[in-house]
């Protein structure tokens, strides 16, 4: 299961963080990935964490802005929202997936097809 929090309003150019807790996974290791979904546009991938190798990856629109962690001690990872615009406004998710051995973050990542998909939280970015 997975359970996201943390979303809420902002103006532009200010922060948030969004929180995924995870629990009952199986597998050696997992990929947690943020993905967001605006009115009346598909949904897209955010970012990407592996926690068999601690990388990590980025779409464009939020590269340099977002970043995704872990803490292993509570079994969650986070996604730190920095410099933030209107157009990050959306229902962003989290989801994840068990694996077993190493994987590397990349630009599939964001599309790959993940097993379990927490609620959607919603961040509301104003100007």
């Known amino acids: 299961q997975l359970q996201a929090s943390g979303g809420g309003s902002a103006q532009a150019g200010g922060s948030l963080r969004l929180s995924c807790e995870a629990s009952g996974f199986t597998s050696d290791n997992y990929v947690v990935g943020w993905f967001r979904q605006a009115p009346g546009k598909e949904r897209e991938g955010v970012s990407c964490?592996?926690?068999?190798?601690?990388?990590?990856y980025y779409a464009g629109s939020v590269k340099g802005r977002f970043t995704t962690s872990s803490d292993n001690a509570k079994n969650t990872v986070y996604l730190q929202m920095t410099s933030l615009k209107p157009e990050d406004t959306a229902v962003y998710y989290c989801?994840?997936?068990?694996?077993?051995?190493?994987?590397?973050?990349?630009?599939?990542?964001?599309?790959?097809?993940?097993?379990?998909w927490g609620q959607g939280t919603q961040v509301t970015v104003s100007s």
């Open positions: 989801a994840a997936k068990g694996i077993f051995g190493n994987y590397y973050c990349n630009p599939y990542s964001l599309s790959t097809k993940m097993n379990y």
């Open positions: 964490f592996s926690s068999s190798d601690g990388s990590t």
